[in-house]
């Protein structure tokens, strides 16, 4: 099944965000089977993000739960909150890279 997770984060909390950044990349990296896309929502360029979406992968909402909660922006508090929706590509045949 493919989710869309929306994250929401913590205000003022820029500095976790910087301090955990390569950290969240590398783990990002290590779940690529799962989270395929992932990234940081701003309202501008360059403004501080405000959030996250990723595209995932799984079996469940359970499976994606669990694992986000090991993710190192959630294990140091940037995390506010998130929503974990179910996704459907509206053309599932076409392939893309991003």
Known sequence: MLFAVLFTDNPDHAQVRADHLQAHIDWLER?????QVGG?????????PKGGLWIAQAD?????DALLQ???FYLAGL???????????????RQVLI
């Not at 940081?40 to 501080?48: A, K, N, V």
């Not at 469940?60 to 994606?64: A, L, R």
């Not at 995390?79 to 045949?93: G, V």
């Open 31 to 35: 779940h690529k089977d799962v989270i």
């Open 40 to 48: 940081s929502l701003r309202r501008e360029p360059s403004e501080t």
């Open 60 to 64: 469940s909402k359970q499976t994606i």
């Open 70 to 72: 090991t993710d190192p």
């Open 79 to 93: 995390r506010q909150s998130y929503e974990i929706l179910h996704w459907s590509k509206a053309n599932s045949e």
